[in-house]
């Protein structure tokens, strides 16, 4: 049986959580898509040679051509078609911090006095049509994937599986909502079970890795969101 995990289920070990602040996902904009990298929904600037891969796929799974085009702080797309699932990867680089300095975007080897480091790395998904395309996974390094081809909605729960490098991953972190306080975390065999709301929603993973090199980063972190929107649940009536 796949164990299910509660909103705070897990509050004796808030103060373990490892997750990374940011995170980056893909929302519609103008006539296309765009990539945004933030903190509760709050954008920020990136450079745009950080996102190192978009893909759309079909409902019926064909890949879609997509066409990007870098700004000078952020990514922009379009698609040929009509996507049902986007897929991600953006490499934050390097992290190091000096004592009394602020964090930069270097490895501890470039950064003079740096004593601690990290890579952190952000996978994406974002379900825009609910078929069988989203019950397989799209070969993400992390990925969190559906266990059903029908959309949610609101009031229902949704079983995910966490995959990294296409086996099941346990005991990994999981936020919702934007919120990086650790809710939950994937069972033995990468399962969770998590509630649905209204409007968007957003789970998110994630993980520590320890480098045995520890000469750039001293720490692999990885971040894994799904985003789809879900519609209120439908109410009905009936006369007695």
């Known amino acids: 049986m796949r164990t299910r995990y509660w909103l705070g289920a897990a509050v004796a070990v808030l103060a373990l959580n490892t997750a990374q602040a940011h995170e980056a996902w893909i929302t519609p904009a103008d006539s296309g898509y765009q990539v945004v990298y933030g903190h509760h929904d709050e954008a920020e600037s990136y450079a745009p040679a950080k996102v190192k891969s978009l893909e759309a796929w079909s409902a019926e799974g064909k890949e879609l051509p997509v066409t990007r085009y870098d700004k000078d702080s952020a990514v922009g797309f379009s698609v040929e078609g009509q996507p049902a699932i986007f897929g991600l990867a953006f490499d934050n680089g390097f992290w190091s911090k000096a004592p009394g300095e602020k964090h930069k975007n270097l490895p501890k080897d470039q950064n003079p006095g740096a004593e601690s480091g990290s890579h952190p790395v952000k996978f994406h998904k974002r379900i825009e049509q609910w078929s069988d395309v989203v019950t397989a996974g799209l070969g993400l390094e992390a990925e969190l994937v559906p266990n059903q081809a029908v959309a949610p909605k609101a009031g229902d729960e949704l079983t995910l599986?966490?995959?990294?490098?296409?086996?099941?991953?346990?005991?990994?972190?999981?936020?919702?909502?934007?919120?990086?306080?650790?809710?939950?975390?994937?069972?033995?065999?990468?399962?969770?079970?998590?509630?649905?709301?209204?409007?968007?929603?957003?789970?998110?993973?994630?993980?520590?890795?320890?480098?045995?090199?520890?000469?750039?980063?001293?720490?692999?972190?990885?971040?894994?969101?799904?985003?789809?929107?879900?519609?209120?649940?439908?109410?009905?009536?009936?006369?007695?």
């Open 161 to 240: 599986q966490l995959l990294y490098k296409g086996e099941p991953a346990s005991n990994w972190e999981i936020s919702l909502g934007g919120s990086h306080d650790v809710n939950a975390h994937t069972d033995a065999k990468g399962y969770v079970t998590v509630p649905v709301n209204a409007g968007e929603n957003s789970i998110s993973a994630s993980h520590t890795i320890e480098l045995s090199d520890t000469t750039q980063a001293d720490v692999y972190s990885i971040t894994t969101n799904l985003r789809f929107q879900a519609a209120e649940a439908s109410t009905s009536s009936v006369d007695e």
